[in-house]
């Protein structure tokens, strides 16, 4: 039953993904990604420090990626969260990301189940890999991400400002509740 669950958990994100970047129109642009990613300094683990909710993810805490290089090139991604509580059970799912095109170094693709496909753009990023911002064109998604299971006051008003430039709408915004793991 809990194999299941894992399951029918991936198969939701995987959907609202494929689902997402489906779409044929936004009211938005495109964003604007980052005009660099080095993707050896990106691998490493990632705490969410906030996001929009969606069914997927709604009931995690203490949610981070971790991504790793695979044989192929590719980037093994592993995203885990805390069911409810800091304290819950953990849950976590396993995808690989690439680049499609190396001339948009912000815009990775990612692949759930070997079957769904969806956007995976990095249109805010630290200089020195401690903060990222990743998000889609249709503003449906939006994740803050660190190294850290916490930010500054002014990371996480640089953070914000830059989405809202993008066209997220800060009211959504979800803070991510953190422990270090």
């Known amino acids: 039953m809990k194999k299941l669950s894992l399951i029918s958990l991936g198969i939701t994100a995987a959907l609202v993904l494929f689902l997402s970047s489906c779409s044929t129109k936004s009211e ?16 490493g683990s990632w705490y969410e420090i906030g996001r929009y909710q969606h069914r997927f993810e709604k009931d995690l805490v203490g949610a981070k990626a971790d991504y790793s290089l ?3 090139g590719q980037v093994q991604v592993v995203n885990s969260g805390l069911k409810e509580t800091l304290d819950g059970k953990l849950k976590s ?8 095109d190396d001339s948009v170094p912000g815009k990775l693709k990612v692949k759930f189940f070997g079957l769904i496909t969806g956007d995976y753009l990095v249109f805010g990023l630290d200089e020195n890999y401690q903060w990222a911002l990743v998000g889609d064109d249709s503003r ?10 916490e930010v500054s006051d ?3 008003a ?3 400002a830059i989405a809202v430039e993008q066209g ?14």
């Open 28 to 43: 938005y642009p495109p964003l604007r990604t980052v005009q660099a990613l080095d993707l050896n300094q990106y691998l």
């Open 70 to 72: 695979r044989e192929d």
């Open 93 to 100: 799912i396993k995808a690989v990301a690439w680049r499609p």
């Open 140 to 149: 449906n998604y939006l994740w803050f991400l660190s190294r850290t299971p």
């Open 154 to 156: 002014e990371v996480l």
């Open 158 to 160: 640089q953070m914000k």
């Open 168 to 181: 997220y709408d800060m009211n959504k915004l979800f803070l991510v509740p953190q422990k270090e793991r």
